[in-house]
T-cell receptor, first 110, second 112 residues
Framework: RKEVEQDPGPFNVPEGATVAFNCTYSNSASQSFFWYRQDCRKEPKLLMSVYSSGNEDGRFTAQLNRASQYISLLIRDSKLSDSATYLCVVNENNFNKFYFGSGTKLNVKP | DVKVTQSSRYLVKRTGEKVFLECVQDMDHENMFWYRQDPGLGLRLIYFSYDVKMKEKGDIPEGYSVSREKKERFSLILESASTNQTSMYLC???????????FGPGTRLTVT
């Protein structure tokens, strides 16, 4: 069983659409949660951390549901530049270990 | 601007060769990591280090070793490369406490 699971997609959406991704994690003791973005043939970069109360950064909203052990990412008013793979990342009690999902691919079309 | 650099972007090696992948960070981070990324499997942790000369096995350490003689440098060694080690290798660093990881650009290794 994978530590972190994501729908690989691809999600193909038109510009301006709202799109949401979910990610589930297996260890209920997980402490920290993140969304990373990875462009084609590039390294992953932090998009946003996910806090218990939920958090928003411009068009992006991240939420955590500890009871059901999933985190979500909502992108409003999609731009062509949002096309990328979005990686869900979970950090357990040991702050030195991060678990990555295999990523959800988003294609935003004109 | 924070930076993690890796010694090569692309590398082609023959089966049985010893391979060294170097990673250097300029952020004075205690923690450094080596991952491999394969389609459909995501990033998998090979080894990590939380201090100079300290190392811990990740989820897939078989066939690999590491060296951390200086804080800024973390090396991944493939003792005898095999074709199933063909992959993208990513190095990362972070400060302690589960904070953001900064990644290098990756090394795409092909073993023939």
């Amino acid at each position: 069983r994978k530590e972190v699971e994501q729908d690989p997609g691809p999600f193909n959406v038109p510009e301006g659409a709202t799109v949401a991704f979910n990610c589930t994690y297996s260890n209920s003791a997980s402490q920290s949660f993140f969304w990373y973005r990875q462009d084609c043939r590039k390294e992953p970069k932090l998009l946003m951390s996910v806090y218990s109360s939920g958090n928003e950064d411009g068009r992006f909203t991240a939420q955590l549901n500890r009871a059901s052990q999933y985190i979500s990412l909502l992108i409003r008013d999609s731009k062509l530049s949002d096309s990328a793979t979005y990686l869900c990342v979970v950090n357990e009690n040991n702050f030195n270990k991060f678990y990555f999902g295999s990523g959800t691919k988003l294609n935003v079309k004109p | 601007d924070v930076k993690v650099t890796q010694s090569s972007r692309y590398l082609v090696k023959r089966t049985g060769e010893k391979v060294f992948l170097e990673c250097v960070q300029d952020m004075d981070h205690e923690n450094m990591f080596w991952y491999r990324q394969d389609p459909g499997l995501g990033l998998r942790l090979i080894y990590f280090s939380y201090d100079v000369k300290m190392k811990e096995k990740g989820d897939i350490p078989e066939g690999y070793s590491v060296s951390r003689e200086k804080k800024e440098r973390f090396s991944l060694i493939l003792e005898s490369a095999s074709t199933n080690q063909t992959s993208m290798y990513l190095c990362a660093s972070s400060s302690p406490g589960g904070h953001e990881q900064y990644f290098g650009p990756g090394t795409r290794l092909t073993v023939t």
